[in-house]
């Protein structure tokens, strides 16, 4: 199992948790999603068949892209 703790600056509301959450929750592989929009962090556990290229491509293309 992995874990990674990053920054996504257009987190600007709860509604953006709610989407990243969401789209991350779907993905196959992913275990847990936290975001937070205080602090504009989120932190996701995911093991196979998720890797960290495939959630960084997700959260890209739904607009959420890492810092």
């Given at each position: 199992m992995a874990e990674k703790?990053?920054?996504v600056p257009t987190?600007?509301?709860?509604h953006c948790v709610m989407t990243?959450?969401?789209?991350l929750g779907e993905m196959e592989g992913?275990?847990?999603?936290e975001a937070d929009e205080?602090?504009?962090t989120v932190t996701v556990v995911w093991e196979a068949p998720?890797?960290?290229?495939?959630?960084?491509?997700?959260l890209t293309e739904i607009n959420y892209a890492p810092a």
């Open positions: 703790r990053f920054q987190i600007s509301c709860s990243i959450k969401r789209e992913v275990v847990s999603v205080g602090t504009k998720a890797t960290w290229d495939a959630i960084n491509d997700l």
